[in-house]
């Protein structure tokens, strides 16, 4: 019942979060346009940061900030290439990432091929959303807290581990990532650029979240950060070569990720311990198992906290026993 309950202000503490953060005043926010690498760019202003690659064939995108953002994030888009936008990828299901899916869908346009423009009079009207299907699943839910319009919902998904593309002279890997951050999470991988925006599954700026309500865990989000440790070739050492977009914060390179690998490994371990000695949440708690990284990560205020942090990760180790 204590584990539902915690589960329950965990869901009602991110929707409020979403809330909140739709009902701000987004007149002052800024964006801004910073090069990552080869063709691709990242924006950043409120909310989940934006990955653009542009190039002959149009804009791509990954995550969407806020709906009152559109305009923005379109006139940031207009420095970098006069393009239509044509892809859409969301890495998760939040509303600071995909809060802007409608109107930036409608500033695009599909490719199309064959007789399809002719025969289909809208078939080329928006752009192109690309998710997972858990993504479909939660926005086109009659009710919850992820339902949204149907214009925002993803119009192509996947099931599998993969789903590839092929823009701008690049392939583009649209990698699942189980059980993590979310269900739904993804990851996408830039393959010519050499750059690799994460999502949420890596941040600069927060502990790992893990949505539990969401099939998030911690066994499955260290997973993720090895997969992208994996991916990353580094020039020398741990510096530059493959460049890393994170949900939230800085550019990024393989050093950043390894850090924040290891932090979540350390964590987990630790409140592994407790959990095989029968500690209580309470005593876990008052062990303080996160103080030397809480400097950097950690917050007593505002949607995510290090005690939700800490709750999160001794449900799902708890969960994962049984």
């Given at each position: ?33 910073l ?15 934006i990955t653009v ?30 393009g ?8 998760h299901?939040?509303?600071?990432h ?16 064959g ?8 078939s080329?009207?928006g ?6 299907q858990?993504?479909l699943?939660r ?5 919850g807290p992820?339902?949204?319009k ?10 599998g ?23 739904g ?16 599954l890596?941040?600069?700026?927060m ?23 994996d ?27 390894i850090?924040y690998?290891?932090?979540?490994i350390i ?5 592994q311990?407790?959990?095989?000695k029968?500690?209580?949440i ?5 062990s ?9 990560y950690?917050s ?7 005690d939700?942090f ?13």
């Amino acid at each position: 019942m204590k584990f539902r309950l915690l589960s329950m202000a965990l869901t009602i503490a991110l929707a409020g979060f979403a809330h909140a953060q739709q009902a701000q005043d987004f007149s002052k926010v800024e964006i801004h346009v910073l090069p990552a690498q080869g063709q691709v760019y990242m924006l950043v202003g409120q909310g989940g940061n934006i990955t653009v690659q542009a190039g002959k064939d149009g804009v791509f995108l990954v995550d969407t900030m806020y709906a009152p953002l559109s305009d923005k994030i379109v006139a940031a888009i207009r420095t970098i290439s006069k393009g239509p936008i044509r892809y859409i990828v969301d890495t998760h299901v939040h509303g600071d990432h995909t809060g802007g899916n409608e109107p930036l869908r409608k500033a695009g346009s599909t490719i199309t091929g064959g007789n399809v423009s002719a025969d289909i009079k809208d078939s080329a009207e928006g752009a192109q959303i690309i998710a997972h299907q858990n993504i479909l699943n939660r926005m086109s839910a009659t009710k919850g807290p992820d339902a949204a319009k149907s214009a925002a919902w993803p119009t192509d998904t996947f099931v599998g581990d993969e789903k590839d593309v092929f823009f701008n002279d690049e392939g583009i890997q649209v990698i699942h990532i189980p059980a993590a951050h979310t269900d739904g999470d993804a990851i996408v991988f830039f393959r010519k650029s050499d750059v690799i925006s994460t999502g949420d599954l890596f941040t600069t700026t927060m502990y790992p979240l893990i949505d539990l309500d969401r099939g998030g865990s911690i066994q499955g989000f260290i997973a993720g950060l090895q997969k992208i440790v994996d991916m990353i070739i580094p020039v020398y050492g741990q510096e530059g070569g493959t460049m890393v977009i994170p949900g939230h914060g800085r550019l990024c390179d393989l050093g950043d990720v390894i850090e924040y690998r290891e932090m979540a490994i350390i964590i987990r371990d630790r409140i592994q311990d407790m959990v095989s000695k029968g500690m209580t949440i309470e005593q876990v708690k008052a062990s303080k198992p996160t103080l030397d990284y809480d400097p950097l990560y950690g917050s007593t205020t505002g949607f995510w906290t290090t005690d939700k942090f800490v709750e999160a990760v001794y449900k799902s180790l708890k969960d994962n026993k049984k």
